[in-house]
T-cell receptor, first 111, second 111 residues
């Protein structure tokens, strides 16, 4: 089983739609959680950190469920410019430190 | 822009050769981590340096090694290159274990 799993998609949604992505992680000792956005052939860019109480940044809402070991990202009122791959990241600190990416979920917002 | 720079942008090497990639971290950041991203995959964590010492490592063989310098810039060295080492190599900097900010990457092709 992969340490961090995401549905690869693609998710094709019309402009204005609401779309949600989930990401599951296997290590219950995971400490910090993030969502990144990556455009084709570009570097990942930090979208938002994910806090235990959930957090919102404009049209984006992130949630963490430690009991079920998943994080989610909700995008409201999708824009064409939201088309990208969304990567979830889990950090772990045991004997050594690890920062683990999921494989990413592709989103295409259609006009 | 994140302020993280990488060089070179592109590189072509032959199987068996050695390569050194460079990264300058964002001002004020003391931690640098390196990732390998194959086409269609999420970034894979190679290792992390904090204050010039390696303090985290993913599942990569010892022929992947690195350094961090007193100014927090970093190098990734790969010996005995294999065809499967062809990928985008990403460097990210952070303050301690905070969110990572990525450079534009070095695209390595091994022939």
């Amino acid at each position: 089983r992969k340490e961090v799993e995401q549905d690869p998609g693609p998710f094709n949604v019309p402009e204005g739609a609401t779309v949600a992505f989930n990401c599951t992680y296997s290590n219950s000792a995971s400490q910090s959680f993030f969502w990144y956005r990556q455009d084709c052939r570009k570097e990942p860019k930090l979208l938002m950190s994910v806090y235990s109480s959930g957090n919102e940044d404009g049209r984006f809402t992130a949630q963490l469920n430690r009991a079920s070991q998943y994080i989610s990202l909700l995008i409201r009122d999708s824009k064409l410019s939201d088309s990208a791959t969304y990567l979830c990241v889990v950090s772990q600190r045991g004997g050594t430190y690890k920062y683990i990416f999921g494989t990413g979920t592709r989103l295409k917002v259609l006009a | 822009e994140t302020g993280v720079t990488q060089s070179p942008t592109h590189l072509i090497k032959t199987r068996g050769q050695q390569v050194t990639l460079r990264c300058s971290s964002q001002s004020g950041h003391n931690t640098v981590s390196w990732y390998q991203q194959a086409l269609g995959q999420g970034p894979q964590f190679i290792f992390q340096y904090y204050r010039e010492e390696e303090n985290g490592r993913g599942n990569f063989p010892p022929r992947f090694s690195g350094l961090q310098f007193p100014n927090y810039s970093s190098e990734l060295n790969v010996n005995a290159l294999e065809l499967d080492d062809s990928a985008l190599y990403l460097c990210a900097s952070s303050l301690d274990q905070g969110a990572r900010y990525f450079g534009p990457g070095t695209r390595l092709t091994v022939t």
